[in-house]
């Protein structure tokens, strides 16, 4: 599975981090925004103006307009019904003063680098914070991730006191019960099979010992059975190995899949397509397995075919593909995940087909274990395609 960085173009924390910055941005934009547009006009002021006796003769209480380049205006009403207006031409700018002198304009700058500085303080002591808790959650999602990937042993960091502690111990304590629920499934069925030996066995001796009363027909649907129960225990004892994944199922070694392969189709009467190039395909696994898989699909396409069973390897750019193809009924598109559950059968297979129901999840399992892949997959002209995909051996 892909690494946190490489699915997500922005991580979690740096997007929670960009949000708190840009929520203080823009809030420090919009009110010095405001702030400024109310302060480019000046206060409201009364404008009185007197004769020479000290009598009014106008009187105005408004805010002053501001011209650029000529000051402060005032349009002051006089009392014989004409408006005059009254200018306060800019200060003249002593030396090493900034351009603009009015206080509130000033003000206003003073307060928007305040709120800037302030803003940076923000995103600078957000993104400890910020990281700090989505930290924790990247823990707990690497742990259920590897947990989901089949490692039931993993746990994840409890410490703190909040709900991501919360829901980390309620994962730990749910992990353990389903760890232990598993191990003691896998021990049930490894004793069960183990037991079953004994009295397979003496049955066996007892077949042998009916002599000739019993008719060569019963003789032979008793070994049978035999047979076929005797094959069950070894693949549910297979089976438990394979998934447990701390049980060591066998030394990894270069296989030659297409000689392998070549091996099978002899004893199966199948016909046999090598790559194309004469090469041989080689992988890393455990030969008793892979042989194991190859069989499972061969006896499965020759149980239910009305034809040649072909088998066809070809490679794939690092992979290695093992075709088998018969000329069978064929599985529905909605059955071709389910026929590898174990003891599952399609609807209408008789169980005189023989076969006990684990074989393709054997071939599934045995894949995985080999960082491979297992599919049933379409076929031109009816019948059924599985397809093995196996890692090739690195030259």
């Known amino acids: 599975m892909a690494p946190w960085g490489g699915r997500f173009r922005f991580p979690l924390y740096l997007r929670l981090w960009l949000a708190v910055v840009l929520a203080v941005v823009l ?19 009364e404008v009185i103006i007197r004769d020479q006796a000290g009598d009014i003769v106008g009187r105005v209480n408004q805010r002053a307009a501001w011209v650029p380049g000529q000051g402060l205006e005032f349009q002051v009403a006089m009392n014989d019904g004409t408006t005059l207006i009254v200018q306060l031409p800019p200060r003249q700018r002593r030396a090493g003063e900034g351009p603009s002198t009015r206080p509130w304009v000033r003000a206003s700058d003073t307060l928007f680098w305040i ?52 829901v ?101 009467d199948a016909e046999l397509l090598p790559p194309q190039d004469g090469q041989p395909l080689v992988v890393q696994g455990v030969a008793k397995l892979l042989r194991r898989a190859v069989r499972n699909l061969l006896e499965n396409a020759r149980r239910y075919s009305h034809g040649p069973v072909r088998v066809e390897l070809a490679r794939e750019g690092e992979l290695v593909a093992l075709r088998v193809r018969d000329r069978g009924p064929g599985v529905p598109p909605a059955e071709r995940e389910r026929i590898f559950e174990p003891f599952y059968r399609l609807p209408g297979a008789s169980e005189q087909h023989g076969g006990v129901g684990l074989g393709l999840s054997l071939v599934r399992s045995i894949a995985q274990r080999h960082r491979g892949s297992a599919a049933c997959v379409d076929q031109e002209g009816g019948g059924a395609c599985f397809v093995l995909r196996l890692p090739a051996r690195e030259r």
């Open 168 to 268: 980390a111990q309620r994962f730990n304590h749910a992990a353990e019960r389903l760890q232990a629920l598993l191990t003691s499934h896998r021990s049930l069925l490894a004793n069960a099979s183990h037991e079953l030996r004994s009295p397979l066995a003496r049955i066996r001796m007892g077949v042998e010992l009916l002599g000739p009363e019993a008719s060569p027909a019963f003789q032979e649907e008793i070994r049978r059975n035999i047979a076929e129960l005797d094959q069950l225990i070894d693949e549910i004892l297979l089976a438990s190995r394979l998934d447990a994944r701390e049980t060591d199922i066998g030394s990894f070694e270069a296989v030659d899949l297409t000689g392998l392969a070549a091996e099978e189709c002899a004893h199966a």
């Open 115 to 166: 709120l800037g500085i302030t803003a940076l303080a923000v995103a600078i002591g957000a993104y400890p914070i910020v990281r700090r808790l989505t930290q924790r959650l990247d823990g707990l999602r690497r742990g259920v991730e590897r947990w989901g990937e089949g490692d039931l042993s993993v746990r994840v960091d409890e410490h703190g006191s909040d709900e991501l502690a919360f």
């Open 27 to 45: 809030l420090t934009l919009a009110f010095g925004y405001l702030w400024r547009a109310t302060a480019q006009q000046a206060p409201a002021r």
